[in-house]
């Protein structure tokens, strides 16, 4: 089947810090890989999408890559501020059907200042 | 841009008791979603729609009946909400099928006591 697994259930940094956060999948075909970021009281909203023609995406200064040999989507960032405390879901689309995006369980990532 | 309206923000219900969310959408997208956010497992999908009048199922759908009788909203029901029942409830829209991006509402916090 589907799946997206985040090992990472909470991320802490200090501001300027490196940030990296684990996500691999595990799917047939050629999927289709987001990062969508939640802010407290706030619904998830778009970071970034990545399909296999562009292997790649950025947004803000986060970036992901898509490597179909490790089956791995990580989300870096050079230098997180406070103000990237959120909660980070990785989540697959494995076909064009509307009910097939997978979601991770989700990082939370705390930024101290 | 457009905005996505939930209501009510939170919910307070009895065991037994048939609750109702509502979600409006300005966007004019065709598709409509209804996830469940728990506490470390992720978003699942309970019923989405994809033009009105449409309901499709979900992996969560038992336990809800959901309905779709205009393009711009979509309502939730908990036919018969469970005692010590915490979830939030997140509707989300997008234009198309599962690679398109979807936007989310802020969501809505059930309580049961």
């Known amino acids: 089947g589907n799946s997206v697994t985040q090992m990472q259930g909470q991320v802490t940094l200090s501001e300027e810090e490196f940030l990296f956060i684990n996500c691999t999948y595990s799917?047939?075909?050629?999927?289709?890989l987001f990062w969508y970021v939640q802010y407290p009281g706030e619904g998830p909203q778009l970071l970034l999408k990545v399909t296999t023609a562009n292997n790649k995406g950025s947004s803000r200064g986060f970036e992901a890559t898509y490597d179909k040999g490790t089956t791995s989507f990580h989300l870096q960032k050079a230098s997180v501020q406070e103000s990237d405390s959120a909660v980070y879901y990785c989540?697959?689309?494995?076909?064009?059907?509307?009910?097939?995006?997978?979601f991770g369980k989700g990082t939370v990532l705390l930024v101290s200042p | 841009g457009g905005i996505i309206t939930q209501t009510p923000k939170f919910l307070i219900g009895q065991e037994g008791q048939k609750l109702t969310l509502k979600c409006q959408q300005n966007?004019?997208?065709?598709?409509m979603y209804w996830y469940r956010q728990d506490s470390g497992k992720g978003l699942r999908l309970i019923y989405y729609s994809i033009t009105e009048n449409d309901l499709q199922k979900g992996d969560l759908s038992e336990g809800y009946d959901a309905s779709r009788e205009k393009k711009s909203s979509f309502s939730l029901t908990v036919t018969s909400a469970q005692k010590n029942e915490m979830a939030v409830f997140l509707c989300?829209?997008?234009?198309?099928?599962?690679?398109?991006?979807?936007?989310f509402g802020s969501g809505t916090r059930l309580t049961v006591l």
């Open positions: 799917t047939t075909g050629y999927p289709t």
């Open positions: 989540v697959l689309a494995h076909d064009s059907g509307y009910n097939k995006l997978t």
């Open positions: 989300a829209s997008s234009m198309g099928g599962g690679a398109e991006t979807l936007y």
């Open positions: 966007f004019n997208h065709d598709t």
